[in-house]
């Protein structure tokens, strides 16, 4: 055979597997996730040797193995001696805030060493790594809790980004103080005056079609409660006058009373000033009000700031290297030189107040939710969430209740609750694989095999 035939022949053959691979891929559309012991986020009892079958990104069927149809054709993603949880939710976040020292002003000003743009400029060019770090950590979708307007940008790019968690936003956060360092070019901070111009700040982020509005909520000694309840409640009314749902940053109890009353949806941190009452109870629970726990900042701020780092194993493997380089320019700062100085975090009580409202809230029937408050100093956006369950678990949570917080319950917060967040017929394929039993011990969820977004793997 001469040269000329042998490459027609091999072209032929070449040809013709083209063609038989793309017919194979074709009928092979559908995955099957098989073996694993299933925990589908709802909190209802694992199944063992479970299957879950996969088409076009959603799941067709789910159940006990010898109970689902699984196609002759399907590609098997083998998982046995495996556990599958849905993919994980942080339900707080800040993109907008790269976790390193020089991110918050208003906690340490930094300025003169990196100016408030260059971090901004440095933090959307890692954007997407940024991204695929929480894919990495088992973290399919996020809730960016408040920022600048370039966080419906930051939501757009992530949308078209196929190494990307779901994301969801609220744009800048209306305020009760403004601290003196925001930005004055797309400020991520806002403070009405007025109750009408409260509303008028709701009204400009609407355009941009904001998932939720996020209130931040602080009271200063010398603050008039009053006026405060006015201008929030102002704000509120005009979210849900439009539909859109209300996140709120109030820490203290009084606050986080207030916001409740005037119809807040969700809280985004813990009280922690004191123990909740019963009245607190019986109003987030009859309301329905989503409380995120949001305990792993305030370490993430002790940490870097008393120079005591101590990453966790998934932290040190996943955490933006960058990032953490960063906190130990801190110590060749003459603190001296930072305006207003470090501040000193004080070590924790025994036991936090917010570790015992979590349990009786938890115990009231309160829907918790998982979320850490990613992109403050310290706090690492994708394996912090790790930290974060291991704290509501030393708080007294059961892992099949943390499991929930943070997959369904966070769902809810997303607004994506018929979509994702649960292992159930029709919802997305977004899961993770685990090489070991994350009821057993909920760091078990750092033990990540594979992880699935709309039925495909992030390899
Ligand atoms: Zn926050």
């Known amino acids: 055979m001469n040269t000329w035939k042998i490459s027609f022949v091999l072209t032929c053959l070449l040809l013709t597997s083209a063609v038989f691979l793309a017919a194979q891929q074709q009928a092979s ?4 996730v098989q ?15 479970s299957a879950i079958v996969i088409e076009g990104g959603r799941i067709r069927d789910i159940g006990p193995r010898n109970e689902v149809r699984v196609p002759g054709n399907a590609q098997v993603v083998d998982a046995r001696g495996k ?6 939710i942080d339900a707080h976040v800040h993109f907008s805030q790269s976790g390193g020292i020089y991110t918050r002003p208003d906690v340490v000003d930094l300025r003169k060493w990196r100016s408030y743009e260059k971090e901004m400029e440095w933090i959307k060019q890692r954007l997407s790594y940024t991204f695929e770090r929480y ?5 399919t979708g996020v809730v960016d809790c408040g920022g600048p307007m370039w966080n419906f940008e930051m939501r757009d790019i992530a949308s078209h980004t196929k190494k990307a968690p779901r994301v969801v936003v609220a744009g800048p956060l209306i ?9 004055a070019n797309d400020p991520d901070i806002v403070k009405p005056d007025s109750p009408a111009q409260a509303r008028d700040l709701v009204r400009r982020q609407l355009d941009r079609k904001p998932d939720l509005i996020k209130l931040w909520w602080v009271r200063r000694q010398g603050d008039n409660l009053n ?3 006015q201008i929030m409640s102002a704000a509120i009314d005009e979210s849900k006058s439009h539909n859109v749902r209300v996140a709120v940053h109030a820490t203290e109890l009084d606050t986080a009373k207030a916001a409740v009353r005037a119809g807040a949806d969700i809280l985004v941190h813990s009280v922690s000033d004191r123990l909740v009452d019963t009245e607190f109870i019986n109003l987030v629970k009859n309301r329905d ?5 949001t305990l792993a900042v305030e370490d993430g701020y002790r940490m870097v700031l008393d120079r005591q780092v101590a990453l966790t194993d998934i932290e040190q493997k996943l955490g933006d290297p960058e990032v953490i380089a960063t906190w130990s320019e801190l110590a060749k700062i003459p603190p001296g030189e930072i305006p207003g100085g470090i501040p000193h975090i004080p070590a924790p009580p025994k036991r936090p107040a ?15 939710v998982a979320g850490t408050d990613a992109g403050n100093i310290g706090t690492l956006h994708g394996p912090s969430l790790h930290h974060e369950m291991e704290l509501m678990a030393a708080a007294g949570l059961r892992p099949m209740d943390i499991i929930v917080s943070a997959t369904k319950n966070a769902a809810a917060v997303m607004g994506l609750q018929n979509d994702t967040g649960t292992l159930q017929k029709s919802k997305f394929a977004d899961l993770v694989i685990l090489d070991a039993d994350p009821l057993a011990d909920i760091k078990n969820t750092r033990r990540i095999f594979k992880v699935m977004k709309a039925g495909e793997l992030l390899q």
């Open 29 to 32: 559309g559908v995955v099957v």
């Open 227 to 229: 006026e405060q309840v």
């Open 35 to 49: 073996g694993a012991t299933l925990i589908n986020g709802t909190g209802s009892s694992s199944i063992r040797n």
């Open 175 to 183: 305020a009760t103080i403004l601290p003196p360092t925001t930005s």
């Open 83 to 88: 556990w599958v949880i849905p993919g994980l």
């Open 289 to 293: 009000v989503l409380y995120i726990t």
């Open 135 to 139: 894919l990495f950590s088992g973290i």
């Open 354 to 368: 917010a570790y015992d409202n979590l349990m009786l809230l938890e115990s009231a029937g309160v829907r918790i």
